[in-house]
C-alpha cells in the first residue's frame, strides 16, 4: 500500500510565528493527529482508548526535517506509513506536504510504543493492531 492521509488542513495565520511560518509546534500537531488518524484505522479508536482497551501509541523518538516553510493560506496534508513493527511498537513515517505544489514541507520518522494508558507502560502490539498495520506498509 502506498502512504495514506491522515490529515488535512489549510494553514491558518494563528497556525504561524512571527516570521509568518508555520511554527514548529504545528508541524508535531498534525502527525499527531496523523498517528491517532492511523492507529484508529488499526483498531485503536478513541472509543477503544477510552473505555476499551486502553492502549494508545505514544511517540519515543522523533527523527525529523524540515524541508520547505509554510505560510497562511497553504493547503496541506499529511501521509503516514508503516515502516516497522515490534513485539512494542511501531516506526512510522509521516510527509507533510504542500498541496499547491506537492513540495514536501517536512518529513518525520516517529518510534512509538504501544503504551498502556492504564498501567503506563510499554506492552505487546494486540496481533489484531500489527496485523491490519501491515496495510500501511510500503511494498
Known sequence: MTATITFRSVVDPSDCDFLGHMNVSRYFAACSDGVIAIQSEM??????????????FAVVHAESDFLAELE????IRLESEVLAIGSKSMTFRHRLIRCGDEKLAFETLFKCVMLSLEARRAMDVPDDVREKARAFMPE
Not at 43 to 56: N, P, V
Not at 72 to 75: I, K, P, Y
Open 43 to 56: 483498531g485503536l479508536t478513541a472509543e477503544d482508548m477510552r473505555r476499551g482497551r486502553q492502549l494508545s
Open 72 to 75: 497562511a493560506g497553504d493547503s
